[in-house]
Nanobody, 124 residues
Framework: QVQVVESGGGLVQAGGSLRLSCVAS????????MGWFRQAPGKEREFVAG????????YYADSVKGRFTISRDYGKNTVYLQMNSLKPEETAVYYC?????????????????WGQGTQVTVSS
C-alpha cells in the first residue's frame, strides 16, 4: 500500500508560479512511475506530467511543455511539479498518482494510488 499526499496549491495571479509537492510513503521500495493530473469542474481528469522510476525520462502534456517541470527526490520520496506562467484556464484540482510500473502513463486508469488533490486557482 502506498499513501500519496500533495501540497503546494494555492491562489496565484496569471503569469505566476507555484510548486506542487507529492510525498509517497508506505511500500515505496518498489519501482514506480509517477504522474500529475488535474481536473477542473465539469471536466475530465487530464494528464499534466509524468516521470519514470529512474527520473531520467519525463513526459508532458502539450499544453504545459516549456512551462511546467516535473522532478523527483528519491531521498525524500517526493515528486515536484514546478508550474510557471500559469493561466486562468489551468485552475483545477491537481492530483498526484503512483503507478506500479517503471514508466508513467497518460491514462488515469493505469495508476494504482492517488492523493486527495490540491487546489490551484489562477486569477486573471
Amino acid at each position: 500500500q502506498v499513501q500519496v499526499v500533495e501540497s503546494g496549491g494555492g491562489l496565484v495571479q496569471a503569469g505566476g508560479s507555484l510548486r506542487l509537492s507529492c510525498v509517497a510513503s508506505g511500500n515505496t521500495y518498489s519501482r514506480y512511475g509517477m504522474g500529475w493530473f488535474r481536473q477542473a469542474p465539469g471536466k475530465e481528469r487530464e494528464f499534466v506530467a509524468g516521470i519514470n522510476w529512474s527520473g531520467g525520462t519525463t513526459y508532458y502534456a502539450d499544453s504545459v511543455k516549456g512551462r511546467f517541470t516535473i522532478s523527483r527526490d528519491y531521498g525524500k520520496n517526493t515528486v515536484y511539479l514546478q508550474m510557471n506562467s500559469l493561466k486562468p484556464e489551468e485552475t483545477a484540482v491537481y492530483y498526484c498518482a503512483v503507478r506500479s510500473a517503471v514508466r508513467p502513463s497518460t491514462l488515469p486508469r493505469d495508476y494504482n494510488y492517488w492523493g486527495q488533490g490540491t487546489q490551484v486557482t489562477v486569477s486573471s
